[in-house]
């Protein structure tokens, strides 16, 4: 240890940073600062009582950050371009809002020139792999603290700690990890540790209130959610919000993603993202309708390695930059309304209305009449097109009947 005592702690106020609060200024003896991320997830209200409880578990200083609207134009909007889910399923909930969780804790580590930043992340997950390479790229100069990883602690251990330190705990509550953004919440619990079990409903944080049917408009410009229901909005951050209180109490967007660790054992963790999910098919399904045939099967595969770049900490990684240029050029005619109708547990992309519709009558009708090509147009089509593989054809056949 050094003389200066200074430690940066990602505090969230769950069960792991407040051990973490305790144990570096206790058992260590270290002076904490705890900074809060919020990345879209928390309430003014909840920011207070987060802060509360850290300055009770005796930091030195607490403060938080908001960096809604920065996380979104630096990544969102990419995922959203990309239309990316991860193994098909999740939206990278987590994944993405890390890695700018950890740029914030280290810019302000550097600010008030700690000599150690600590972060709760456990040894089994993808979490301490990314704090700890966003880290060491920023402040590489500051030593890494991670108390749960580094004491291989179980729930149970921490709550017991805290509980001979005078520290109250809702075990009930602990029993489930949860952590909530603008781009989902996930879920973690003793379920998502089996490869047979699923979460119970009363593990998911948005309970099912709404009951029928009820349609939404989500109006893109340029790729960009920009307006629900005709109202339009100062930043798409906010459509996102927006969306997500319509649409959660239908306890939509639920999962658990089953996906590879960063550091190579096989994860499963529960999640529910209702406004993500929502914008990502309806954008895709107006991608389709605009972009050319080339354009979405590049996309698609672009879109892939980005997200798992994203998934493992890569930010920085200089490709990244090169894939979100192209998904911004791609974008120029994603302008449009899609319709979505929202029911118990599911939506469905009805349709959309766009200038750039490549599926105009005027061109034709798939499946029914053509104007802008005849029969005899097709035909020499097809025999030109299929030519190559003809030839292919005959000379396999010529070659195995010789044998």
């Given at each position: 240890?050094?003389?200066?005592?200074?430690?940066?702690?990602?505090?969230?106020?769950?069960?792991?940073?407040?051990?973490?609060?305790?144990?570096?200024?206790?058992?260590?003896?270290?002076?904490?600062?705890?900074?809060?991320?919020?990345?879209?997830?928390?309430?003014?209200?909840?920011?207070?009582?987060?802060?509360?409880?850290?300055?009770?578990?005796?930091?030195?200083?607490?403060?938080?950050?908001?960096i809604?609207?920065?996380?979104?134009?630096?990544?969102?909007?990419?995922?959203i371009?990309?239309?990316?889910?991860?193994?098909?399923?999740?939206?990278?909930?987590?994944?993405?809002?890390?890695?700018?969780?950890?740029?914030?804790?280290?810019e302000?580590?550097?600010?008030?020139?700690?000599?150690?930043?600590?972060?709760?992340?456990?040894?089994?997950?993808?979490?301490?792999?990314?704090?700890?390479?966003?880290?060491?790229?920023?402040?590489p100069?500051?030593?890494?603290?991670?108390?749960?990883?580094?004491?291989?602690?179980?729930?149970?251990?921490?709550?017991?700690y805290?509980?001979?330190?005078?520290?109250?705990?809702?075990?009930?509550?602990?029993?489930?990890?949860?952590?909530?953004?603008?781009?989902?919440?996930?879920?973690?619990?003793?379920?998502?540790?089996?490869?047979?079990?699923?979460l119970?409903?009363?593990?998911?944080?948005?309970?099912?209130?709404?009951?029928?049917?009820?349609?939404?408009?989500?109006?893109?410009?340029?790729?960009?959610p920009?307006?629900?229901?005709?109202?339009?909005?100062d930043?798409?951050?906010?459509?996102?919000?927006?969306?997500?209180?319509?649409?959660?109490?239908y306890?939509?967007?639920?999962d658990?993603?089953?996906?590879?660790?960063?550091?190579?054992?096989?994860?499963?963790?529960?999640?529910?993202?209702?406004a993500?999910l929502?914008?990502?098919?309806?954008?895709?399904?107006?991608?389709?309708?605009?972009?050319?045939?080339?354009?979405?099967?590049?996309?698609?595969?672009?879109?892939?390695?980005?997200?798992?770049?994203?998934?493992?900490?890569?930010?920085?990684?200089?490709?990244?930059?090169?894939?979100?240029?192209?998904?911004?050029?791609?974008?120029?005619?994603?302008?449009?309304?899609?319709?979505?109708?929202?029911?118990?547990?599911?939506?469905?992309?009805?349709?959309?209305?766009?200038?750039?519709?490549?599926?105009?009558?005027?061109?034709?009708?798939?499946?029914?009449?053509?104007?802008?090509?005849?029969?005899?147009?097709?035909?020499?089509?097809?025999?030109?097109?299929?030519?190559?593989?003809?030839?292919?054809?005959?000379?396999?056949?010529?070659?195995?009947?010789?044998?």
């Amino acid at each position: 240890m050094t003389e200066n005592k200074k430690v940066v702690l990602a505090y969230s106020g769950g069960l792991d940073t407040s051990f973490c609060v305790k144990y570096l200024s206790e058992d260590k003896g270290l002076e904490v600062y705890a900074i809060t991320v919020n990345t879209g997830g928390f309430s003014n209200q909840q920011i207070a009582d987060i802060q509360t409880r850290a300055l009770s578990l005796g930091v030195k200083e607490y403060i938080a950050k908001d960096i809604t609207r920065e996380y979104y134009d630096k990544c969102l909007k990419y995922l959203i371009f990309g239309n990316v889910l991860k193994n098909n399923t999740y939206p990278l909930s987590v994944s993405a809002e890390r890695v700018f969780q950890a740029i914030a804790v280290a810019e302000y580590a550097k600010s008030i020139g700690a000599a150690y930043i600590a972060h709760g992340s456990t040894g089994a997950g993808n979490d301490q792999v990314r704090f700890d390479m966003i880290f060491n790229i920023l402040m590489p100069e500051a030593e890494i603290i991670t108390p749960i990883r580094d004491l291989r602690l179980s729930r149970e251990a921490e709550i017991e700690y805290l509980k001979d330190k005078g520290v109250e705990i809702d075990a009930e509550k602990a029993k489930y990890s949860i952590n909530q953004g603008i781009w989902g919440t996930s879920v973690g619990g003793k379920e998502t540790l089996t490869s047979d079990q699923t979460l119970p409903e009363s593990a998911y944080p948005t309970q099912l209130t709404k009951e029928g049917s009820e349609d939404i408009t989500i109006s893109f410009e340029k790729g960009e959610p920009v307006a629900l229901n005709g109202k339009k909005y100062d930043h798409p951050t906010q459509v996102v919000q927006e969306l997500e209180r319509i649409a959660a109490p239908y306890a939509i967007g639920r999962d658990i993603h089953v996906g590879d660790t960063i550091i190579g054992i096989k994860g499963r963790v529960g999640f529910e993202a209702a406004a993500p999910l929502v914008i990502i098919k309806a954008h895709h399904l107006l991608e389709k309708h605009v972009l050319t045939k080339q354009q979405l099967t590049w996309k698609d595969m672009l879109s892939n390695p980005y997200g798992n770049f994203l998934h493992e900490g890569l930010f920085f990684e200089p490709a990244m930059r090169d894939f979100e240029a192209f998904f911004s050029s791609t974008q120029s005619h994603v302008t449009g309304d899609v319709i979505i109708r929202l029911q118990p547990y599911r939506f469905i992309t009805v349709g959309i209305k766009s200038p750039y519709d490549l599926m105009q009558s005027k061109f034709g009708s798939y499946g029914e009449m053509n104007n802008a090509w005849s029969g005899d147009d097709v035909k020499g089509f097809a025999k030109i097109f299929s030519n190559q593989i003809m030839i292919y054809t005959k000379v396999k056949e010529a070659i195995e009947h010789n044998k």
